[in-house]
Structures are given as C-alpha cells and as structure tokens.
C-alpha cells in the first residue's frame, strides 16, 4: 500500500488529509494520506523513514518548509525560488522537493476568472511573506506587467520586490487604499481577516467594476474583503480553490493519477469551515 502523510508541528489542524482521503475513495486506490507530527529537529530522521520505503512522499508545512530543502537530494527550481518546500517524493531512489503553492494559486485563478492574464495589467499584493512569494512569483511568471507588493514592515516588502526586475515595486501599507482604483487584481497574502485574527482594512470605494480580489483566506470562506468586492461589482476569488489546486501535484506524484478539484470536493471542505 503506498502511504504518504504531512508533517509539521502542530499538524492537527491540517485539512490536507481530508482531500488526498477524498481522491483516495474517488479513484478507488488503497493507499493512505497520513498526518504525522514532526518538531523540526526531527525532520532529517523523518526523511530517513522515506528513504528507506516506508513512505511514497507527502507534504510539508509549517514549521518545516525551510528546513527540509537543504536534506532533499533535489529542489525543483521553483521551490529554490521560493525557499521552501511543501511537496516531497522519492524518484529513482532520491528524495526530491518541490513548492506547489504558486501553482495552486495559478490555476485556481484560472478556474475563476479565465483568460485573467490577458486583461491585469497591474497587480496589487498585500504582504510580502511566504504566500506572497509564492503570489509573486506566479504573477511575473503569466507575464503581469506591474506588480505592487505593499506590506506592514516596509522592509521585507522591498526585499521581495528586489528579487525580481522594474516590475515589481514596494510601497507603504498607507498607500494601499489609493493604489485600489488603478488595480487590475488584489490579492491578500496576510492573515488578516480570517477568523481571530485583526480584520483587513482596505478601503474599496475606488474600486474599478470586473477588479479581480483574490483572498487566500478560507476561514470565513467569505471574508469582508470578497463581500466588498462583490458588493462593487468585483470578481470575488476565495483562498480554499488555492488550497485545493496545490494538492494536485503531489497527489499525482504519489498514486500516478491526476485528481481535479470538483464541486463535491469543494463541498466537502466547505462543510468543514
Ligand atoms: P505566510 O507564509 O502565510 O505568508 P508569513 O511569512 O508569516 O506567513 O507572512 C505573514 C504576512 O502577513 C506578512 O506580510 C505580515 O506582515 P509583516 O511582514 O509586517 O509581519 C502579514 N501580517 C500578519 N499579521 C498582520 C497584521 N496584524 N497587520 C498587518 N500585516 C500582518
């Protein structure tokens, strides 16, 4: 039977587990998605358990997406771009790593507002943390053409905008409310605005009727930020799609089947919000 699993530290949380079960039953394959709890200093000794067959691979997350990249024996570029890793897997006896977030996002995107990259021209980021990275690093690569990553500590938003060319700028969080109305697309990278956590205040009255607002929060599925969107005639995009898409790939790696993200998965992670 092929196990896979996530690790990470506190891993109970994790709703990983209910869509890889989902695919499972879906396609009839008898193998099992696993959540094991793995403190970082026991990663290394984790991936021996790999190494040694008794897993096909899984995914990582917090805390140990840093720290597993330099214990693979390969790093797909984009998760070298990314400097993390959340999805593992052996191939030709080595343990090899990639990042699937920018995909996930990419391709819900997609899912919601077809042919999107034809008409954003500008980007507005909010953050400029790992989900920012991986935001980033999607947008440049579909060929936005201005991309404004505003941020609560100015000095990390400016050290991701470093990383890539002209086309991505940093700018105080202050302006973000006057950045809305020349925005093609929005998206929140930060915490803010899910459940216990401060609410995100953007003002949307500048808000340009078919803008794209992407929020990588799920929890509220509906955050006030895609309520205000939609109440102006914006596209509302909601995170759990970002969630779903970056599991495609790892699922494909470890049970040779590639899944698609349906209505009824969909409703089942709902149900679970
Ligand atoms: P992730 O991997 O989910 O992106 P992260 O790397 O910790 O997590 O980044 C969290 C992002 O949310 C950052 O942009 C952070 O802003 P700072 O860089 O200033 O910390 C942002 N964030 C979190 N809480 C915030 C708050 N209360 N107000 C504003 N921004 C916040």
């Known amino acids: 039977m092929t196990r896979c699993f996530i690790i990470g530290h506190p891993?109970?949380?994790?709703?990983?587990?209910?869509?890889?079960?989902?695919?499972?039953?879906?396609?009839?394959?008898?193998?099992?998605?696993?959540?094991?709890d793995v403190p970082p200093g026991e990663v290394a000794a984790f991936l021996d358990r790999i190494r040694s067959g008794e897993f096909a691979g899984g995914n990582v997350t917090v805390p140990n997406k840093e720290a597993v990249l330099p214990?693979?024996?390969h790093v797909s570029e984009t998760a070298r771009r990314m400097g993390a890793v959340n999805t593992i897997w052996m191939e030709d006896g080595r343990l090899h790593g990639d990042n699937t977030d920018a995909f996930g996002f990419l391709a819900h995107l997609d899912d919601r507002a077809p042919g999107w990259d034809g008409r954003v021209e500008t980007a507005l980021i909010l953050g400029a943390g790992g989900a920012a990275r991986a935001v980033v690093h999607g947008l440049a690569e579909r060929g936005v053409g201005r991309i404004i990553l505003v941020n609560r500590s100015p000095?990390?938003?400016?050290?991701?905008?470093?990383?890539?060319?002209?086309?991505?700028?940093?700018?105080?969080?202050?302006e973000a409310d006057g950045l809305v109305a020349v925005s093609d697309l929005i998206v929140n990278t930060t915490s803010l605005g899910?459940?216990?956590?401060?609410?995100?205040?953007?003002?949307?009255?500048?808000?340009?009727?078919?803008?794209?607002?992407?929020?990588?929060?799920?929890?509220?599925?509906?955050?006030?930020?895609?309520?205000?969107?939609?109440?102006?005639?914006?596209?509302?995009?909601?995170?759990?799609?970002?969630?779903?898409?970056?599991?495609i790939p790892g699922f494909e790696r470890?049970?040779?089947?590639?899944?698609?993200?349906?209505?009824?998965?969909?409703?089942?992670?709902?149900?679970?919000?």
């Open 11 to 36: 891993v109970a949380h994790s709703r990983s587990p209910m869509i890889h079960g989902h695919w499972l039953a879906e396609h009839g394959l008898g193998g099992s998605y696993e959540r094991v």
């Open 155 to 174: 000095a990390r938003a400016q050290e991701l905008a470093a990383e890539f060319g002209a086309n991505v700028e940093a700018r105080g969080w202050g």
């Open 71 to 73: 214990l693979l024996d």
């Open 194 to 247: 899910m459940q216990g956590q401060p609410p995100l205040e953007l003002d949307l009255a500048g808000l340009r009727p078919g803008t794209i607002v992407d929020d990588i929060v799920y929890v509220p599925l509906e955050t006030a930020l895609l309520a205000g969107a939609r109440a102006r005639g914006g596209l509302p995009v909601d995170g759990l799609g970002m969630l779903l898409h970056q599991a």
């Open 254 to 273: 470890w049970f040779g089947v590639r899944p698609q993200v349906t209505p009824a998965l969909r409703a089942r992670l709902e149900a679970d919000i």
